[in-house]
């Protein structure tokens, strides 16, 4: 079998980029994101990306089956400000809302920075939005159907954008680091939830949906409840209080990351068990495959240095390495398709640390195929 590190890296070289202005969205959401975050709490990239992006599906439940034949693709991504859904494996690309139909000084730019795009019921899409906004501004939340047709749009504060487990509502910042919002589909706001300033985490952080929709939470345990209740937090030994706590598709299960190992315990608790021991390596971001049989997440022999994708049988702890070894990229996983045969990859080049790019592959590693440039992806959950 070829190198898929090298098979990466051939493919980023002849794979034609479509012109644009990307570096310029990169920079102005990066300036926005330095202006609003807390000193004492500015974490590297990379980690803060895997976190909140595996707490962002850590609290999903099962969705509202739709016929796979009621929309038209099954992967959405953007590029270049665009939306397009795609196949499984990103193949058949049709673009459904165009970011750039503006002027040239003033045009529509749409984006995710990870998490949930699809509802869990497959029917609407939640993206950021920006346009004409001065650079100190925030990005507006846009929901569109799956034809491309804009439902709602409305202010807010934030990164990423959680859907509610039953598809009918999101949450999100409306005062950052002060209240959380809860929207209908229409745009309208229904709620405001005060969050204590003693509770507010470190960082640049969103809020997740619990898996019974009755609460919102933040990392390290913070919850808030949906009914306007008082938030608390989590004991420490309650395993959705670890890092990068993420439930088992069936919820009966958590895997969580505690000082370089892979830890894996039943929801209650009890029964602990290390799955991955990387010793003074560095494991981030853990996802679950559908069917709960195997856990994809971030390695790297230690903090600051490049990431692989490995993947770890939970039964019996054998751990294969399906890319990125001895590479100088970084990668880390997404999510697996819901067939559990293909994995979501984000590459970021160190040739090219202000571009990284989305990729599909094959959970044993090969078939790898790039999708899109400079942004984060997300598989159709139904």
Known sequence: MPNVGD????ESRTVDLAPGDFDRLLDRRERKARQRRIAAGVVAAVVALAT????????????VPVAPSDLPGALTFFSYGDIWVADWNGANPVKIVDGRSGTDRCMDEYWSDGGPI????GRYLAVRREVCQDPSDWWDVAIFDVDGNLVSSFPSEGWRIPWSPDSTHIATWTAWGETIGIFGIDGELQTELPVPAELLPSGDVDPVWSRDGASLMLPEGVVIPVDGGAPYRLRSSDPLSQLD?????DGSRV??????????????GTEPRVVVDAGNGWIRGPVWSPTGDRIAFAYSDRAGRPTEVRVVDVTTAEVTTPVGEASDDSFSPIEFSPGGDQ?????ISDHDLNEPAVWVMNADGTGARRVAVGTLGDWRSV
Do not use: H, N, Q
């Open 7 to 10: 098979l990466l890296e051939r």
């Open 52 to 63: 909140v992006a595996v707490l962002l599906r850590s609290f999903a439940i099962a969705p």
């Open 118 to 121: 699809w509802s869990p019921d």
């Open 245 to 249: 706590a993420t439930f088992s598709p």
């Open 255 to 268: 895997a969580y990351v505690d000082a370089g190992r892979l830890v894996v315990v039943a929801a209650d």
């Open 343 to 347: 994995i979501l990859i984000r590459r």
